[in-house]
T-cell receptor, first 112, second 114 residues
């Protein structure tokens, strides 16, 4: 069964600090892995998309890594800001939108 | 990117009634999807809305409960019928744009059933 597990479930850090969110998956076949940010009351917004051959991808203060051998990904947030408070969802695609497996997300709270 | 709007943004409905959610996209798209996000859970695909044909439903979702319309390439509706408190969720419309990697989500409709 395809699964995406995210950790931690929730995280509280102080503004300005860095943090790393984890994603482990057992999805086959594998096409790409995506990280989304979902603000409260909003739809998910794409942060990064990585294919099998990509090890790392950055989007501003967000850096995602992918180890396709161990089926692990991480999302590193640098110099956190209050606006980073959101849920971060890891999504693995086996190809096509109907082949997406969603993680439950990590709920991140940035405190001033 | 794709601009997706949903109506209503939120609603409170009584048990046994129905709610129809509208999804409007700023340009023509082939594939539109409807997701449900229950409290504290990940997104679950309800169905794929096909223009000119019946929607394709995922396991556990049926047309009688979640009828979908797709009259053109920029618009779709999802109806949640015979509401029960278990239907309280966020319902999200999503589209694919460009290559198959780019998927965009609407802002969601928060439904509360009393």
């Amino acid at each position: 069964k395809n699964q995406v597990e995210q950790s931690p479930q929730s995280l509280i850090i102080l503004e300005g600090k860095n943090c790393t969110l984890q994603c482990n998956y057992t999805v086959s076949p594998f096409s790409n892995l995506r990280w989304y940010k979902q603000d409260t009351g909003r739809g998910p917004v794409s942060l990064t998309i990585m294919t099998f051959s990509e090890n790392t991808k950055s989007n501003g203060r967000y850096t995602a890594t992918l180890d396709a051998d161990t089926k692990q990904s991480s999302l590193h947030i640098t110099a956190s800001q209050l606006s980073d408070s959101a849920s971060y969802i890891c999504v693995v695609s086996g190809g096509g939108a109907d082949g997406l497996t969603f993680g439950k997300g990590t709920h991140l709270i940035i405190q001033p | 990117s794709a601009v997706i709007s949903q109506k209503p943004s939120r609603d409170i409905c009584q048990r046994g009634t129905s709610l129809t959610i509208q999804c409007q996209v700023d340009s023509q798209v082939t594939m539109m999807f409807w997701y449900r996000q229950q409290p504290g859970q990940s997104l679950t695909l309800i169905a794929t809305a096909n223009q000119g044909s019946e929607a394709t439903y995922e396991s556990g979702f049926v047309i009688d409960k979640f009828p979908i319309s797709r009259p053109n390439l920029t618009f779709s509706t999802l109806t949640v019928s015979n509401l029960s408190p278990e239907d309280s969720s966020i319902y999200l419309c999503s589209v694919l744009r460009g290559n198959t990697y780019e998927q965009y989500f609407g802002p969601g409709t928060r439904l509360t059933v009393t």
